[in-house]
């Protein structure tokens, strides 16, 4: 018994000489994010997600950017560009030296490379080019040209979003998603990645624009809002972005060890009606769902006042925005209902469909608070049923249910984004509307030819006043960033386009 | 004894199967298209059909069947519908850490289970006796992700002395990896700092789900003991005056041991899928949690992939069982 004490004691000093050394990295140097979000892929020809296409956002730059704080467009990649008079042809020259953080050239043949690979691949997010880009032109090293199916108002919004960033010929391939490390064109890199765990980001030495302001950028995933607020208690976050639930978030406001911001989003929720389904398809029926509606209840019940209301789908801060759906009127809602001859004896029978997990814990009660106010009005019974998310998707897509809970998030920043996908005839049964409507089409697409903002707000008013007469959607309220920091924290910008810049967080 | 040992192999091979169809049928009959899941809502119907055709979505039931029966006995397990990644490559990496999370759930739900079970049954009758019993059904109740998150708020909000999720802190992982099992690498690369910070991210999750399945070993072990206190032996040995602890864990425990053992590994093999609620409260990257986000995802070749996975190792485990049993214990075999 001794001697194998003593040959432990031995073993013990043995390794506590090959002691490594502390890790010399400082608070100051790394910031940690932690999130419910998920990562599903970091290759832009694939990623569609929130959190995938915000880490691209930060590994990447585009052609072009936004100004940081701001819907304004500035040059990234590009040094300068034109468009032609009939609005279909882009042409890019690119600044001088540009590198890949792996030092291969950024240069008009790895933009032909990106997009022609985007439309090829056809991943989720690949119809934002494919639908527009006819073809690339490579005219020189930095100079090409994009050329479009029809002339498209918002094209060089999507050239800020990640489908359209480069990725290097020389790693990327193009008959396949990319699944290795990203190579990257923007201020971070990824240094490691351990899937459905953490990324960590560092600064990349290749970067032409400003460097990130810290050099260490690690995201944690965390399962749910439960896990990711205590680890916030736990002080094992810095900065903790999406999502938390409404009640936490309040109780985190009056912890002082905490700073909290609550900024615009541009993300909105909608009640979605299959106008092919009975009853739905009589928009009678959808107007008095439009007015028995409270929104007002559900923001203060369901959100603690943490969401505002919507009354079109175009969110408040955007240009178009014009708030034409009516509001509470229970009266009214009553009124028309016995004018189509239900009554307590003979009341409406209809399902409400959410799905339980995909839009976070809060979505069973906006159900049922819903179906509290249908049935209020004494005319309606509702029942409530949910599905998860994959067969949510089945359902809409196969018209199976006929009014529904769905929420948006912009892919671009015009309101074309909010209004092509719902409403035109080619686009909405992707929705499971199934709305069609020629006078909304030949606006849709007037719209997306012209170029002048005002005339374009004009045809988007329309529109909506259009929508608010046949109520396909009733568009309940849009979100609000919230946000959870330990008070040295410093730098975070909450922009309307809801990007989160981590290039611009650091510790005091 | 080869006979003994190749028959249960026989039996074990019908029961995967047995799994194998199980799951694949019905993932087939649940609703939610994979392709859809995959693709999202905007994706063109040529685009969806393309790629059913590609993932072989679009054959008979039985050509699918078949064709991923022979992908398995190949040891195909496909590639992630969510990542693009080899499923078993993933599988690699997220089972060490459930494979370390249950055997340290183990160590803590062996040690409440032996030492509270022989003491309650030594004490037959008396406050010891009847706190076991009563824990034992108590614990039993717990909903794991509600004990875990009482553990949580003591151990990490208030008295913050222990990390909540995770197996490692930021940049305290091993530099070099050999199991992936974070404890093991860290004592092979000498990282001291590594494996006293992995060991206390194993503490909560591991106390969690050891304490949950303790309380089926308290009640084993104090049942085998009671009974083993009966016998002749033990009166004899008392007769002869040896001392009560030699009596209660030399005679007593050792011979009450075996048919434990033979469950305790069951329930390691058991635990091993049953950790998901535990790994998804401690934000844990197991394979449990691994599981259940591709369930929602609708990712069949992870699910099937995980499942075989499962299925394999549980077999294994219980052939390992019954034969070291058998090797104990001869009057087993027959």
């Known amino acids: ?508 | 004894m080869k006979s003994y040992v190749l028959t249960r192999i026989g039996l074990s091979i019908p029961m995967v199967l047995i799994i194998l169809t199980i799951v694949f049928f019905v993932l087939r009959v649940l609703p939610g298209n994979p392709v859809l899941a995959m693709l999202g809502p905007k994706a063109p119907p040529e685009v969806v059909k393309e790629m059913e055709h590609k993932m072989g979505l679009d054959k008979p039931i039985l050509v699918q069947y078949v064709n991923y029966l022979k992908n398995i006995a190949q040891g195909k397990f496909g590639e992630s519908t969510v990542t693009g990644m080899p499923v078993i490559k993933e599988l690699m990496q997220k089972f060490p850490a459930t494979l370390e999370l249950t055997i340290f759930a183990m160590i803590v739900a062996v040690l409440i289970g032996i030492f509270y079970g022989t003491y309650a049954a030594y004490n037959l009758g008396k406050p010891i006796d009847v706190s076991a019993r009563i824990y034992s059904i108590f614990v039993y109740s717990f909903p794991v992700f509600w004990f875990g998150l009482m553990l949580q708020l003591v151990f990490g909000v208030w008295l913050h002395w222990l990390p909540v999720s995770g197996e490692a802190s930021p940049f305290m992982t091993p530099d070099k990896t050999y199991t992936g099992m974070y404890v093991v690498d860290a004592i092979i690369n000498g990282q001291w700092d590594v494996l006293k910070d992995s060991l206390n991210h194993l503490i909560l999750p591991s106390i969690t789900l050891g304490v949950v399945i303790s309380s089926i070993f308290v009640r084993m072990v104090r049942a085998n003991v009671v009974l083993t206190l009966s016998q002749q032996f033990v009166v004899a040995a008392r007769a002869r005056g040896v001392k009560e602890k030699t009596v209660l864990f030399k005679h007593a425990l050792k011979n009450a041991l075996p048919p434990i053992l033979t469950i305790m590994g069951l329930q390691f093999a058991l635990l091993l899928g049953g950790a998901v609620l535990t790994e998804v409260t401690f934000s844990w990257p197991g394979i449990g949690s691994y599981l259940v986000s591709r369930i929602h995802a609708r990712d069949f070749p992870a699910i099937q992939g995980t499942i075989v996975f499962f299925a394999i190792f549980v077999a294994i485990i219980s052939i390992l069982v019954d034969v070291i049993n058998a090797w104990i214990n001869p009057r087993v075999r027959y």
């Open chain 1, 1 to 508: 018994m001794k001697r194998l004490f003593k040959l432990l004691l031995l073993l013990v000093v043995a390794f506590g000489i090959s002691l490594p050394q502390a890790k010399a990295i400082s608070q100051k140097d790394y910031i940690i994010i932690g999130t419910t979000d998920k990562v599903s892929s970091l290759d832009p020809a694939k990623a569609y997600d929130y959190l995938s296409d915000n880490i691209l956002q930060n590994l990447m730059e585009g052609l072009v950017k936004y100004v940081p704080g701001t819907a304004k467009i500035v040059p990234g990649l590009a040094q300068k560009w034109e468009v032609s008079k009939d609005g279909l042809t882009y042409t890019f020259w690119l600044k001088k030296n540009l590198k890949f953080s792996n030092g291969d050239p950024i240069n008009a043949e790895a933009f032909k490379f990106s997009i022609e690979r985007v439309i090829k691949l056809k991943g989720e997010p690949s119809f934002l080019l494919s639908d527009i880009v006819k073809d690339v032109e490579v005219v020189n090293d930095r100079e090409f040209k994009i050329h479009l199916k029809y002339a498209f108002a918002p094209f060089i919004n999507i050239l800020a979003f990640p489908v359209s960033f480069p990725v290097d010929p020389k790693v990327y391939k193009d008959n396949a998603f990319y699944n290795g490390l990203p190579v990257s064109s923007g201020p971070y890199m990824v240094k490691k990645w351990v899937r459905g765990q953490q990324i960590e980001l560092v600064r990349n030495p290749n970067y032409h624009g400003e460097k990130a302001k810290t050099p260490i950028v690690l995201i944690k995933l965390y399962r749910n809002a439960n896990a990711l607020y205590i680890a916030l208690l736990n002080k094992e976050v810095d900065i903790a972005y999406r999502t938390l639930l409404p009640q936490q978030f309040n109780q985190i406001k009056k912890n002082k060890n905490f700073k909290t911001m609550i900024g615009p989003s541009p993300f909105i929720r909608e009640v979605v009606f299959n106008v092919k389904q009975k009853p739905f398809d009589n928009k009678k029926i959808r107007k008095a769902f439009a007015y028995a509606i409270n929104r007002a209840q559900i923001i203060n019940d369901v959100f603690n006042g943490q969401v505002s209301p919507l009354y079109t789908l175009i969110p408040e801060g955007m240009w178009g925005h014009k708030p034409v759906m009516p509001h509470y009127n229970q009266k009214k809602a009553i009124e028309i209902l016995k004018s189509l001859g239900y009554s307590k004896t003979n009341p409406l029978k209809i399902t409400l469909w959410y799905s339980p997990s995909h839009y976070g814990s809060t979505e069973a009660a906006v159900a049922l608070t819903i179906k509290n106010q249908l049935e209020a009005t004494g005319l309606v019974k509702c029942q409530l049923k949910s599905a998860e998310w994959a067969t949510y998707i089945d359902y809409w897509t196969k018209g199976v249910m006929g009014m529904f809970l769905l929420g948006w998030y912009p892919d671009y920043f015009d309101p074309d984004d909010y209004m092509w996908p719902f409403l035109a005839t080619s686009a909405s049964p992707q929705m499971g509307c199934f709305y069609s409507n020629k006078k909304v089409d030949e606006l849709l697409l007037k719209a997306r030819k012209l170029t002048d903002v005002k005339e374009r707000a004009k045809v988007y008013e329309q529109v909506q006043q259009i929508m608010a007469q046949d109520a396909p959607y009733i568009p309940l309220f849009q979100g609000k960033q919230r946000v959870v920091l330990k008070p040295n924290i410093e730098g975070v910008l909450l922009d309307p386009l809801q990007i989160f810049r981590y290039y611009l967080i650091r510790k005091k």
